[in-house]
């Protein structure tokens, strides 16, 4: 018996609307999922979705123009499984627009990550919720390997899961960077145990978290501001250490499609100050990913 096919994500919305600030020159989007063409790259079997139609590359730079970005960093996702071919040749095609976030084998050679590096990916991802890409130990060792190249780990986690996330962090042989402000718990507050530990971590420097994605694990309606607090917390606590980004096309969407552009609005609430806003959209992505 043949295994049924994952689930086709729900398309994001087409109309991009702008912000009511306008995105400085250099604004970062550093977390979005491009996807290509299933004839052309294949997809994994073990995916967890099928992404709809209209979430190639073109249809990204569309989103970025229209909201006002000038930058885009692409997180490579399990549907093309550890083939990052999509995003190699995406950066190509851009130039120094785009940069990249690899799904990567713990066997990966150094020759293999040297061309990674060369091409403008960054780092890798761990995805320690949906269990894809290396798991914690392993991601370890490979990210002792990417780090002489500069590069960073990037983890998908639920932060209440690491009460000691400061410890961790600081035994870790690179930077690390958090997914989604750790997908907080919004049933706990801000003085949840795994939270602090997160901000205390990025008071050191070598953490960094993303102001990306409220609707992860919000229990509210868009504009999800059940996540203000957490976000707020984390610009007051380390506004060196955040990058934003718009989880660009929203897959695994369950309930209404939110529009890419009042996600970026949210920035107006979480950051209120601009220059602090700029910082986080074009200082900071400058930092960290080497624009």
């Known amino acids: 018996m043949s295994t049924p096919e ?7 919305l087409a ?8 995105l400085p020159p250099g604004a970062t989007d550093c977390h979005a999922h491009v996807f290509g063409a299933r004839e052309v ?3 994994a079997d073990n ?11 073109k249809e990204y730079l569309a989103m970025l123009d229209g909201i006002g970005f000038s930058r885009g960093v692409m997180v490579h996702t399990g549907v093309h499984g550890t083939n990052n071919q999509v995003v190699l040749d995406a950066m190509a095609q851009t130039g120094v627009r785009l940069r990249a976030i690899a799904l990567l084998r713990e066997d990966v050679t150094d ?7 060369k091409a403008g990916v960054r780092g890798f991802r761990a995805n320690l919720v949906a269990k894809i890409g290396v798991q914690f130990d392993a991601a370890k060792r490979l990210a002792a390997r990417v780090a002489r190249l500069g590069g960073h780990a990037q983890f998908l986690m639920d932060i209440e899961n690491f009460p000691d996330f400061d410890r ?28 602090q530990a997160l901000l205390r971590a990025l008071k050191t420097g070598r ?6 994605a409220p609707y992860r694990t919000s229990r509210a309606a868009i504009p999800y501001n059940d996540l203000n607090p957490f976000a707020q917390a984390l610009v007051a606590a380390a506004p060196n250490q955040l990058v934003f980004g718009t989880d660009w096309p929203h897959v695994m969407m369950e309930g209404e499609m939110p529009n890419t552009g009042t996600l970026v ?16 959209l074009v200082d900071n992505p400058a930092r960290l990913y080497g624009f």
Request: glycine content about 4%.
């Open 6 to 12: 994952p689930a086709i994500c729900p398309a994001p």
């Open 15 to 22: 109309n991009h609307l702008k912000p009511s600030f306008t």
């Open 41 to 43: 790259y294949g997809y």
């Open 47 to 57: 995916r967890l979705y099928t992404p709809p139609p209209g979430v190639l590359l």
């Open 111 to 117: 020759t293999e990550l040297e061309a990674l590096d």
């Open 168 to 195: 961790i962090a600081a035994e870790f042989p690179s930077v690390m960077v958090i997914d989604h402000m750790g997908r907080p718990d919004v049933a706990k507050d801000t003085n949840a145990p795994g939270f």
């Open 207 to 212: 953490v960094w978290s993303k102001l990306s």
């Open 265 to 280: 609005q949210q920035l107006a609430v979480w950051v209120p100050d601009e220059a602090t806003r700029n910082k986080i």
